[in-house]
């Protein structure tokens, strides 16, 4: 039997029909795979000589869910619930089949995927392959029926577990929890499959007592459900704020799993629909794209670069150690220098310490970590030790006559193909170029600390950068599994410079009377991780002051320094680092510095001045109206010209809630008309630093947005 599809393979071996699935480029369903799907096979169990079925991919997917380009297209619930019918529909005719299906999950088994595996009466899986529902992190929930049959095949609390958290799992452990039947060698899967199969067809196996729908061994009784339920809820509140897929996971099994499977189906869609049209949804699928299309730029579209071998890593501080463990996870061999054996024997700490999650979760032995840095780590205090590196990264101390310095003497050293790397937050990336004989060598490598858990690499463009070295940039970032988002050179790049915005539009409400700790508090209730005076502790008062003045210096009098920044530096309390910033940390918690209070108080005096209240909606909108028209400013100075990617940028470096989009994103749903008029009453109240951008006055007055405007 072979049968005319686009989609599906079918074929007949033993009695067994084979489907293979083939929906090119990563085995997603359509509507056309879904029809072709459901007709292979009601063709296969109409053939009296076929036994049983075996749903199989191709190359590393079995099936990888859905293409969510199309969810930015719903609009409305109706449209969404008449699909994923046809789709229920088509799962239940297979877990009703005459004949047994069995599931041969060759490789990852992704949201629609593992819904379509769990309607299947057996499967079996490839060892080392994903699955997993992570619809959550698309903003919606699963909406194939997999609210409802992962609970009876895993249990409750693991399946709110996988779900509330997109958890995509090795089939090893999905064996272990039961998800999975059985596992096999890859090559050997197809031949186990077939081996299954003629199980059911001699009885020792029976499918009609494997319907996952049906299934009530593994749910909890409704006193334990009512405790799980409860206890899911409570730990969402703390950890899902902004997000609504969570929430409608748990009240489609609060509501769900009962004896009129129809009826929690029927809610399963419902619950999906609510999702897929809300503006979360949309936002992060927005977000997942931009990741997917990151670093993928018109200049070096076709370019390949020279494949990295050995990286070499100059300084073996917290960043240099943190980007050494990145090489070394990669398999790099990895080169580091730093100015002495005391320095380098601090540095091995570090790298070793920085591996610890993986030997406590037993992803990595102590053993593997030893051999792995003898093999793969060379540590030396000679400069000529990375004559042989295709690639040296710079993180020493952040003054520029100390990296230049470096430079010259590199320059000498390494092969004319090395490509130069610096890691730093905001100094000129084409005054380092300078010293170089080919400066088009040259590119920035912004990694944010930790560098081995943030997922952010801002790679800077100076001016002679070439495309053969931005091309480079690129591939490492993909090598080390970081997002790239590339900008052009100039002060503070693109997140330093927005990082900076926040705590100086800040500072303009702290001198206008508005109580600091409310700041903190309005910022961290819209999504950020910290409040701006917090992230200036952090960062330290002292970098952050000098900052603002290479700004004011290098961008014009819209960036002076404000006179109570200058009186609060000046007290030389200068964050964490010293114990004393905004807040004083001497105690079992953070309390406002008394120190700056009373500076902040002879400020207002001598403004005539009184401290006044302010409502949370004020204060995000001077802070966002600003960090808005900041990246405006950029766009018309060249630093970077794709929202998407400033977007990204935001919420992989920053901690800018995903869930809102990005700056841009949210600036587009505020309306530019409304954030143009936000800034001229802040112009008027607090001065230029307000002053609206030409690019949003533009778009204010032809009601257009950031991504439609610039066609991204």
């Not at 619930?77 to 088509?90: D, N, P, R, S």
């Not at 799980?228 to 899902?240: E, F, G, M, N, W």
């Not at 054996?341 to 540095?347: F, I, R, S, T, V």
């Not at 060598?441 to 600390?449: A, P, T, V």
Request: glycine share 10%; aromatic share 6%; proline share 5%.
């Amino acid at each position: 039997m072979n049968s005319e599809y686009q989609t599906i393979k079918l074929r007949i071996r033993d009695g067994v029909a084979i489907l293979t699935m083939n929906n090119p480029p990563v085995n997603q369903m359509s509507e056309l795979f879904t029809q072709e799907l459901r007709a292979a096979i009601i063709q296969a169990q109409e053939d009296p000589g076929v036994k049983a079925l075996v749903l199989i991919g191709t190359g590393r997917n079995f099936l990888a869910g859905a293409d969510v380009t199309q969810l930015l297209q719903v609009t409305d619930k109706a449209t969404m619930a008449a699909h994923l019918t046809v789709v229920h529909q088509g799962f239940q005719a297979m877990e009703q089949s005459p004949k047994p299906i069995i599931a041969a999950i060759n490789g990852n088994c992704l949201g629609g995927g593992l819904e379509l595996a769990m309607a299947c009466h057996y499967r079996l899986a490839a060892k080392g392959v994903s699955l997993g529902l992570p619809e959550v992190k698309m903003g919606v929930i699963p909406g194939g029926g997999g609210t409802q049959r992962l609970p009876r095949i895993v249990g409750l609390p693991t399946a709110l577990e996988l779900m509330t958290g997109g958890k995509i799992i090795k089939s090893e452990k999905a064996w272990s929890l039961g998800l999975v039947d059985e596992l096999a060698e890859g090559e050997e899967l197809l031949d186990h499959a077939l081996a299954v199969a003629k199980k059911f067809q001699d009885g020792i196996l029976g499918w009609k007592t494997r319907v996952a729908i049906r299934r009530i061994d593994r749910l909890p009784s409704a006193q334990e459900k009512k405790h799980i339920i409860a206890a899911s809820r409570q730990k969402l509140a703390k950890q899902a704020i902004g997000y609504i897929a969570p929430f409608k996971i748990v009240e489609a099994v609060d509501q769900g799993l009962s004896a009129d499977p129809q009826a929690d189906l029927a809610r399963e869609i419902d619950l999906f629909g609510d999702c897929v049209v809300s503006d979360v949804s949309k936002n992060l699928i927005c977000l997942f794209l931009s990741q997917r299309a990151a670093g993928k730029l018109p200049r070096i579209k076709g370019l390949k670069s020279e494949p990295l071998r050995k990286v070499a890593v100059l300084g073996g501080g917290v960043m240099g150690s943190g980007i050494v463990h990145l090489l070394l996870s990669a398999g790099l061999d990895t080169v580091l220098w730093d100015i002495d054996q005391a320095a380098l024997d601090k540095a091995r700490q570090a790298v070793a310490k920085s591996f610890a999650f993986q030997i406590k979760t037993g992803r990595l032995k102590p053993a593997q970590l030893e051999q792995m840095l003898a093999s793969k780590l060379c540590m030396t205090t000679a400069l000529e030790d990375l004559s042989e590196a295709d690639l040296v990264i710079e993180a020493v101390v952040e003054d520029l006559r100390v990296k230049q310095e470096l430079w010259k003497k590199l320059d000498g050293v390494c092969g004319a193909r090395t490509i130069f790397g610096t890691n730093t937050s905001a100094l000129p990336i084409g005054a380092m170029a300078s010293v170089l004989a080919d400066p088009s060598r040259m590119i920035g490598l912004h990694f944010f600390n930790p560098a081995e858990r943030m997922p952010l690499l801002e790679i800077i463009c100076a001016q002679p950068t070439s495309d053969q070295t931005l091309a480079a940039g690129v591939a490492l970032a993909r090598l080390i599994k970081k997002v790239p988002v590339v900008v052009n050179d100039g002060p503070g790049f693109y997140v330093t410079r927005q990082l900076i915005t926040l705590p100086s539009a800040a500072l303009y409400l702290l001198a206008d009377g508005v109580d600091m700790e409310a700041i903190d508090r309005a910022v961290k209730e819209f999504g950020l991780p910290m409040g701006p005076f917090t992230l200036e502790d952090l960062t330290g008062l002292d970098i952050g002051f000098h900052v603002c003045q290479t700004f004011a210096r290098e961008l014009g009098p819209r960036y002076q320094v404000h006179p109570l920044h200058q009186a609060v530096h000046g007290l030389g309390d200068f964050g964490r680092k010293s114990g004393r910033g905004y807040y004083d940390y001497g105690g079992p918690k953070p309390v406002p510095n008394p120190r700056v209070r009373e500076v902040v108080a002879d400020y207002l005096a001598a403004q005539g001045k009184a401290p006044r209240q302010a409502q949370e909606g004020e204060i995000v909108d001077c802070l966002l109206a600003c960090a808005i028209n900041e990246a405006a400013l950029m766009m018309e100075q060249d630093i970077c010209d794709r929202p998407a990617d400033m977007d990204l940028a935001m919420v992989q470096g920053t901690g800018f809630p995903a869930y809102r989009g990005g700056i841009l994103r949210y600036a587009d749903k505020w309306g530019l008309a409304s954030v143009h008029q936000e800034l001229l009453r802040l112009q008027e109240k607090y001065g230029s630093r307000f002053e609206p951008a030409g690019l949003v006055r533009k778009l204010a007055q032809h009601h257009g947005t950031f991504y439609q405007q610039l066609g991204r």
